[in-house]
């Protein structure tokens, strides 16, 4: 069966800092990768996505970037974090194959910015 | 552009209770597919139930079904017997790519 990783849990970093965020997925292959953000209270808002290596397609013009350097590893960085940064990242993925309109999430990243 | 509307920011219900969340969307397409995520307070979104439009069937899973009204763009959540598990944020999201647009959410509060 498939499953995601995210790491680390919970993140506490100070403005200007650089941020990583990764994220695994587990028996699967080729699958579409995503990562959303979540500030509290709100819904989700689809940061960048990726069907491949080296394939990443971003949503909204911020300070954050993604990379995908495997098959099954999706990464979140940004040089300097902003306190607008904080919040909830999931990432999720999907199959390429039928079936590509369901994700299925991780546990999630908490983030906060001082 | 595809939207979701959840015009319900809050429900509650008792425990063995029926509730039932409401959703409306959006979309000028004829083939989609419509989802329910649930997001407890731990935040893992999970998926709940999954409907494809060219499906007449309601879909059902368990305690949980829906019902789609592809004429009047309604989706709808039914959680029977509710327990208090189920307390938590629900999500309704549409898909006709690979790519998912959610609804804003409605807290549901499940009482003892």
């Not at chain 2, 944020?89 to 549901?108: E, V």
Request: proline share 5%.
């Amino acid at each position: 069966s498939q499953t995601i990783h995210q790491w680390p849990a919970t993140l506490v970093q100070p403005v200007g800092s650089p941020l990583s965020l990764e994220c695994t997925v587990e028996g699967t292959s080729n699958p579409n990768l995503y990562w959303y953000r979540q500030a509290a209270g709100r819904g989700l808002q689809l940061l960048f996505y990726s069907v491949g290596i080296g394939q990443i397609s971003s949503e909204v013009p911020q300070n954050l970037s993604a990379s995908r350097p495997q098959d099954r590893q999706f990464i979140l960085s940004s040089k300097k974090l902003l306190l607008s940064d904080s919040g909830f990242y999931l990432c999720a993925w999907s199959t390429q194959l039928a079936g590509a309109e369901t994700q299925y999430f991780g546990p999630g990243t908490r983030l906060l910015v001082l | 552009a595809q939207t979701v509307t959840q015009s319900q920011p809050e429900m509650s219900v008792q425990e063995a209770e029926t509730v039932t969340l409401s959703c409306t969307y959006d979309t000028s397409e004829n083939n989609y597919y419509l989802f329910w995520y649930k997001q407890p307070p731990s935040r893992q979104m999970i998926l709940v139930i999954r409907q494809e439009a060219y499906k007449q069937q309601n879909a059902t899973e368990n305690r949980f079904s829906v019902n789609f009204q592809k004429a009047a763009k309604s989706f709808s959540l039914k959680i029977s017997d509710s327990q208090l598990g189920d307390t938590a944020m629900y999500f309704c999201a549409f898909s006709n790519t690979d790519k998912l647009i959610f609804g804003t959410g409605t807290r549901l509060q499940v009482f003892p």
